[in-house]
């Protein structure tokens, strides 16, 4: 089965956060998991506890605007966040498009807000291929064909889903069409990988690939983008349906107040907009493309 792993897990926070899963909660007449607290899903890519810090200022605004307690628990992958909404043990999740699809077919859940971070200042981004800028050879997505490829994570839209429909759309098979494919597990490694020539070309997400050249992790002045993907909407905010409209309306409201603070790996948030389920209609059609079952998958 493929399995959804992020790249660093935690198996203890002593922050309050890290929650069992055992057995659903006893739900009050908001729905909260516990009462009078709003609990917040969210996945850490790298270090958890950094992530937990760079999203304590949200968690505060929001609890101030609620009235309430905030706890974040912090899943080791999405299965581990997905389970924790079906066992009513979270309230509200951010997770990537991919997951939140894949959530939907586990957990009834709904979104209700997309990330607009301030860098992009939009509410979604794209997948690009990279390639070195001396590479007269490699031009576009069809050009890869026969070369070394670096894809992020199997379960990353930008990094590895939609560059494979994009692949599979131009009757390209990755895994035989390709002189050599590697998983290198983050877009900062894949853009490493290029960089440095261990690979001719790799897929990542823009609004990654212009941090690392803002912080010159890379040149950037030697690499070039020769595909663009189709856009990608960000991570949505989204929480079970179990919750009352009133529950519901508050919780979206104090995350709709949030203005230019750091969520994260997100980085700097300017701000969550509102967002609904066929927001995410994209990220299913990639699936479709790619001919997998989102029920199926652990």
């Not at 959530?103 to 981004?125: I, L, M, R, S, W």
């Amino acid at each position: 089965m493929h399995r959804l792993k992020a790249v660093a897990a935690l198996s203890a926070l002593a922050v309050g956060a890290v929650l069992a899963v055992s057995g659903p909660a006893a739900a009050a007449g908001d729905g909260l998991a516990q009462p009078g607290v709003l609990k917040v899903g969210i996945i850490p890519a790298e270090d958890a506890r950094a992530v937990v810090r760079q999203s304590q200022a949200v968690m505060d605004q929001v609890s101030k605007s609620l009235g309430m307690k905030t706890e974040i628990f912090v899943g080791s992958d999405y299965n581990a966040t997905i389970e924790a909404l079906r066992a009513n043990k979270v309230d509200v999740a951010l997770m990537g498009a991919f997951g939140y699809v894949l959530a939907t077919t586990q957990a009834p859940v709904e979104a209700f807000a997309v990330t607009v971070t301030k860098a992009g200042n939009t509410p979604d981004y794209h997948s690009i291929i990279i390639a070195k800028k001396d590479a007269a050879d490699l031009t576009s997505l069809e050009s890869v064909k026969g070369h070394t490829f670096a894809f992020v994570d199997p379960s990353s839209t930008s990094g590895s889903l939609a560059p494979k429909a994009a692949f599979i759309q131009a009757k390209i098979d990755p895994e035989k069409d390709m002189k050599k494919v590697i998983y290198s597990g983050g877009h900062d490694a894949s853009i490493i990988a290029v960089a440095e020539g261990k690979v001719d070309a790799a897929s990542v997400a823009d609004r990654i690939y212009a941090i690392a050249c803002q912080k010159k992790a890379v040149d950037c002045s030697k690499l070039k983008v020769i595909w663009t993907s189709p856009p990608i909407p960000n991570d949505p905010l989204f929480y079970r349906k179990a919750l009352s409209p009133e529950m519901k309306k508050k919780i979206a409201d104090a995350f709709y107040s949030i203005h230019d603070l750091t969520f994260g790996e997100m980085g700097t948030v300017a701000r969550f907009a509102p967002a609904n389920d066929k927001t995410y209609d994209v990220v299913r059609g990639i699936a479709k493309t790619l001919n997998l079952d989102l029920t199926k998958m652990k």
